[in-house]
T-cell receptor
Framework: NAGVTQTPKFRVLKTGQSMTLLCAQD?????MYWYRQDPGMGLRLIHY???????AKGEVPDGYNVSRLKKQNFLLGLESAAPSQTSVYFC????????????FGPGTRLLVL | RKEVEQDPGPFNVPEGATVAFNCTYS??????FFWYRQDCRKEPKLLMS???SGNEDGRFTAQLNRASQYISLLIRDSKLSDSATYLC??????????FGSGTRLSIRP
């Protein structure tokens, strides 16, 4: 039981490049989330999903897209990376609604030059 | 005003001391409350849930004060291993999960 895994762990991009972050969970959780964490800002919700085939916007969705084609996977895409997207990205999952414990992946550190 | 506010610290206390910090929230309709712990360069992990009646787990005690809209975390007999950042989390729904920016705690020998 690996819990929540994230790929890659670290990435450097040039402005304008695109990439996809992959999150996978093996706990059969319905809910999945993408956050970004910046110094002094706490974690901010980018997008979330309440089940396979569904996605919704969080607090800071601009510049990101997501897809949940399979229940166990939640992908975060950056179509045209900007330096402001330099951050640590965490994926999380939970069994049901927001009142449940969230389980986090180890994070992806992204640097956009 | 931020929806969830925490004193960023750092709190620097000697081993064995008792330390407490609060977290205030602005939405009176908030339903669920948690404390997470985050070690340096690691992911957050659930420390404990905060119930209306309070919650105690060993050396850790969490309290909820709905009237004044804050939650608290008390750590007794602090250990070196308690050094971390403690995140307050307030949940209204899946789309209203608000993390505080965290309180840094450093325990010195």
């Amino acid at each position: 039981n690996a819990g929540v895994t994230q790929t890659p762990k670290f990435r450097v991009l040039k402005t304008g490049q695109s990439m996809t972050l992959l999150c996978a969970q093996d706990m059969n959780h319905e809910y999945m989330y993408w956050y970004r964490q910046d110094p002094g800002m706490g974690l901010r919700l980018i997008h979330y999903s309440v089940g396979e085939g569904t996605t919704a916007k969080g607090e800071v969705p601009d510049g990101y897209n997501v897809s949940r084609l399979k229940k166990q996977n939640f992908l975060l895409g950056l179509e045209s990376a900007a330096p402001s997207q330099t951050s640590v990205y965490f994926c999380a999952s939970s069994y049901s609604q927001g009142g449940e414990t969230q389980y986090f992946g180890p994070g992806t550190r992204l640097l956009v030059l | 005003r931020k929806e969830v506010e925490q004193d960023p610290g750092p709190f620097n206390v000697p081993e064995g001391a008792t330390v407490a910090f609060n977290c205030t929230y602005s939405n009176s309709a908030s339903q669920s409350f948690f404390w997470y712990r985050q070690d340096c360069r690691k992911e957050p992990k659930l420390l404990m849930s905060v119930y209306s009646s309070g919650n105690e787990d060993g050396r850790f005690t969490a309290q909820l004060n709905r009237a004044s809209q804050y939650i608290s975390l008390l750590i007794r007999d602090s250990k070196l291993s308690d050094s971390a950042t403690y995140l307050c989390v307030v949940n209204g729904s899946a789309s209203k999960i608000i993390f505080g920016s965290g309180t840094r705690l450093s325990i010195r020998p």
